[in-house]
């Protein structure tokens, strides 16, 4: 039944007192239900009266709906890893093809995905002494430096944008 009416177009997310239909399955532990709605992309992180669905299908003592709800909860993470390294690997093919900007910016975007990566602002850091900004190349080698200080890497764009900027 439930299937028929998102099938029909009933909305996924309503709110009751309760919380949402997500909430009422995982707060049952009718596994099937709460299958059904996150296929129909149900938000499980919506919070009602301070609860999430994940929250109530411990409540309820529903190990088939935790672990579900878990497990949908890591997929957007392993998403973000995928594009993140797809742009790494088309920052790279453009670096060699020596598109310093289309790089730069293929960086930029992977770095908003995973902005603790120092490969990444040493590379983007490449990318801005290619073009001639120094500037720019000295913000990303610091930070690089910073989360890996004794790494040689990060030393030597350091000292590449310093250079550039004539400041050594």
Avoid at 27 to 50: F, P, S, T
Wanted: positive net charge; glycine residues 6%.
């Amino acid at each position: 039944m439930l299937e028929l009416f998102l099938a029909k177009g009933a909305y996924v997310d309503p709110v009751a007192a309760h919380g949402t239909p997500l909430h009422g399955a995982a707060g049952e532990g009718q596994y099937g239900a709460v299958k059904i709605l996150l296929d129909h992309n149900a938000d499980y992180n919506k919070m009602v009266n301070g609860v999430t669905p994940l929250m109530a299908a411990r409540d309820a003592n529903s190990t088939e709906c935790i672990k579900l709800l878990v497990k949908v909860q890591e997929e957007p993470m392993l998403k973000r890893e995928i594009v993140a390294s797809e742009l790494i690997s088309l920052g790279s093919i453009s670096l060699k093809k020596k598109d310093y900007a289309v790089a730069a910016k293929l960086y930029s975007r992977a770095m908003q995905l995973d902005p603790d990566d120092a490969v990444l602002f040493s590379d983007r850091s490449l990318c801005w002494l290619h073009m001639g900004d120094g500037r720019k190349a000295l913000l990303d080698a610091n930070k690089c430096r910073k989360m890996r200080p004794h790494w040689p890497k990060a030393c030597r764009r350091q000292g590449e944008a310093l250079m550039l900027l004539k400041v050594a």
